[in-house]
């Protein structure tokens, strides 16, 4: 019901763009989010955008993280700018209180 893709790896400073690819009744519905977990850690919240379209962010992710939402494709996105180390985590898109995606690793490392 949730897929992920989009992850790979990148230098420090380098950029990607996930994605994921929900169900039409999932999408419409609920708010969408995405968290990560790195080895050794919890999973924390990065970022998470409204149906309508408001946009909230992890302090350590703002300014360098954009989430955003494509209706029509039931989509939600989050571009990663200006990657450091310590964003090395498994990437989960979430939707509302119950839908998780299956993860995709992203790895920042020189």
């Known amino acids: 019901q949730l897929q992920a893709s989009g992850g790979g790896l990148v230098q420090p400073g380098g950029s990607l763009r996930l994605s994921c690819a929900a169900s039409g009744n999932i999408f419409s519905s609920n708010f969408m989010a995405w968290y990560r977990q790195a080895p050794g850690n919890q999973r924390e919240w990065v970022a998470r955008?409204?149906?309508?379209?408001?946009?909230m962010y992890a302090d350590s992710v703002k300014g360098r993280f954009t989430i955003s939402r494509d209706n029509a494709k039931n989509t939600v996105y989050l571009q990663m700018n200006s990657l450091k180390s310590e964003d090395t985590a498994v990437y989960y898109c979430?939707?509302?209180?119950?839908?998780w995606g299956q993860g995709t690793q992203v790895t920042v490392s020189s």
């Open positions: 979430n939707a509302g209180p119950y839908f």
């Open positions: 955008i409204t149906t309508g379209g408001t946009t």
